[in-house]
């Protein structure tokens, strides 16, 4: 009988590993795909925001930067002297138009409730403090330019959680596992991400493929926020000389990771151009996609 085991070794099993080898609990992490070759955490934009509705939520935003700022003391390791996750605090911008603002005021409260340091702008003001924006159609706007947002690099966050549970007596091993009745263990812990209803079918979560674009621009800003256009849905920040760009249009029942090529042409470039008149230069240079861990609209949760 194993003491804990969890089924998956991404960034959510890793981190399980980690926290529990730390009490000093047994960890068995089981992980068919060692290479992550389709997991999310290496596919996704390693953004970390308390800019969210819920109170969970911006508590857990706040932890994740206390927590990703101390990792070269917690998770250093004989193999892995020196971790980082490669941390790029420039923090977020979400922009609404009038269709979402109300919301936004409303979330604004629970901010500040948890003291989470955003500010608050309206669309009239935007260009004073981020001269490249169009803020035509736009209501207001929210922001952190201190360093208390932004995004990491999931692969090298992942590796650090990895090396330290490991160190900690942490055990990955390689394995599908096709039933939880198969594991015999004190606590099973599923971090299937948006496999989880292979395992457990009263968790409706299901695989929603999302785009995202590698793009090149002429003129570039490297310390420009994640920025979230609510009234298009895209959503973009600068990665190295280049910058990444997300498209709103997502899908259920995609085998496949073939990105939505044409989503490009058709959603994301007009929308850059129309907030960021500059990104009419914008050149495609690659893009890949990746699958949300979501519940369909149909689903009670
Ligand atoms: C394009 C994109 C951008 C994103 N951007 C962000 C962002 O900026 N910020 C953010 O916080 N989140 C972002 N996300 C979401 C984030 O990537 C996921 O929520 C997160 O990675 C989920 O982690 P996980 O460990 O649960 O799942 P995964 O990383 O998918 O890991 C699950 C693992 O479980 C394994 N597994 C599944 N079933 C079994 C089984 N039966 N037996 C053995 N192993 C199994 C899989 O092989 C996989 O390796 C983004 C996602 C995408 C696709």
Not at 144 to 150: A, H, R, V
Not at 169 to 193: C, L, Q
Request: aromatic share 10%.
């Amino acid at each position: 009988m194993d003491d804990v085991v969890v089924v998956g070794g991404g960034i959510i099993g890793a981190a399980t590993a980690y926290f529990l080898s730390k009490e000093g609990r047994k960890v068995r992490v089981i992980e068919r795909d060692p290479a992550y070759k389709k997991a999310s955490f290496p596919l996704s934009l390693g953004g970390f925001r308390r800019q969210f509705f819920q109170k969970e939520n911006i508590n857990l935003g706040k932890f994740a930067l206390e927590f990703i700022s101390d990792i070269s003391n917690t998770l250093k390791t004989k193999n892995n002297p020196n971790p980082t996750a490669s941390l790029v605090p420039n923090g977020y911008l979400l922009l609404f138009g009038p269709e979402h603002a109300e919301e936004q005021y409303e979330a604004l409260k629970n901010h500040k409730a948890c003291d989470a340091g955003t500010k608050n702008i309206p669309a009239s003001k935007l260009k004073d403090v981020f001269s490249w924006i169009n803020p035509e159609g736009l209501e207001t706007a929210t922001y952190t330019d201190n360093k208390i947002e932004g995004w990491i690099d999931p692969h090298m966050f992942h590796n650090a959680l990895k090396n330290k549970a490991i160190e900690l007596g942490a055990k990955f091993e390689k394995g599908d596992v096709k039933k939880i009745s198969e594991i015999k263990a004190n606590t099973i812990v599923s971090a299937a991400g948006c496999w989880t209803k292979e395992l457990l079918d009263d968790i409706p979560v299901a695989p929603q493929k999302h785009t995202v674009f590698r793009l090149k621009c002429p003129k570039h800003h490297p310390e420009m926020p994640l920025t979230g256009d609510l009234p298009s849905g895209v959503y973009w920040r600068p990665e190295g000389n280049e910058y990444l760009a997300g498209s709103p249009n997502s899908k259920f029942d995609c085998p496949d990771l073939e990105p939505e090529w044409d989503d490009f042409e058709n959603l994301v470039w007009p929308a850059l151009a129309n907030r960021v008149p500059e990104f009419e230069k914008l050149k495609l240079t690659g893009g890949w996609a990746g699958y949300y861990d979501c519940c369909r609209k149909t689903s009670k949760i």
